[in-house]
């Protein structure tokens, strides 16, 4: 819960950002605290990234090419190709836009990258009082996720066995679908039954509260966190600030 309060308010921050600078400080920080306190394996880190940086190119390519010509057409022009005009200023609303998408995309990396997702639902259910029939009917059915993979390889392995080979490409794609759905349907509704029957024979849903065996609670190194995090996020703004890098919010230019 404390890193996604922390994750919350940073996500704020960066979404009313007008300036490449804030989400660039940011991206640097966040990376460091994964390599640094997350020890999350660089090789890891890197297949998370690329997806991202793919999306942020993409918000830099195309954005200078959608921007509204009245914003920038007073910058000088950068480049022209018949009907198609690409200002400076339109360079550099890319640039700050492709930032700002891999400032908030790489904000929830801390969080997703070293949270159990189990833990999270637990906490949300006894920390923020989210029903739990709605919190452990969620944890039950991500249980299902690694059960329909190993069912799935489990069958592709026994039509191999029995000498069912398809063809490459889309079309193999397809054909290895139409035959993997129903087997893979039925063993979903076969779990799906035992999982229902395993709750109600737990009284799931008979009572307003439920005990737990695991206790969610707030220490000192979560207060501590969660204080230490805001502090250097204050810290970064203020350093932008002194070096004339942090442009107004957004919420600033619309009063």
């Known amino acids: 819960m404390s890193k996604f309060l922390i994750s919350l308010v940073l996500f704020v921050f960066i979404m ?3 300036d490449p600078w804030a989400p660039l400080a940011f991206v640097i920080l966040n990376l460091v605290m994964l390599l640094w306190l997350g020890k999350i394996p660089l090789r890891r880190l890197t297949k998370v990234l690329w997806p991202m940086l793919l ?3 993409a918000f830099l390519f195309i954005y200078p090419l959608l921007v509204r010509q009245s914003l920038v057409q007073d ?3 950068f480049f022209q190709l018949g009907g198609i005009r690409i200002f400076q200023g339109g360079l ?3 640039f700050t836009t492709a930032l700002r998408v891999l400032g908030l995309l790489t904000i929830s990396l801390p969080f997703s990258l070293t949270t159990d997702s189990a833990d999270f639902i637990r906490a949300l259910v006894q920390q923020w009082r989210l029903p739990y029939r709605i919190g452990y009917g969620t944890l039950a059915a991500f249980r299902f996720v690694p059960m329909l993979q190993t069912e799935l390889s489990v069958i592709g392995a026994a039509h191999r066995v029995r000498g069912v080979n398809g063809a490459h490409g889309w079309r193999g794609a397809y054909e290895r679908l139409r035959r ?5 349907l039925a063993t979903a509704i076969r779990q799906a039954e035992r999982t229902a029957l395993a709750m109600d024979g737990r009284a799931f849903g008979a009572f307003p509260q439920r005990t737990y065996f695991r206790r969610m609670r707030f220490s000192v190194a979560d207060w501590l966190f969660m ?3 805001l502090l250097l996020a204050v810290a970064v703004m203020l350093a932008l600030q002194a070096l004339g890098l942090l442009g107004p ?3 600033l230019q619309i009063l």
């Open 55 to 57: 999306v942020a190119a």
């Open 180 to 184: 993997y759905a129903v087997p893979l």
């Open 227 to 229: 204080v230490l995090a």
């Open 16 to 18: 009313l950002t007008t």
């Open 249 to 251: 919010l957004a919420f």
């Open 92 to 94: 550099e609303y890319g």
């Open 75 to 77: 910058t000088p022009l």
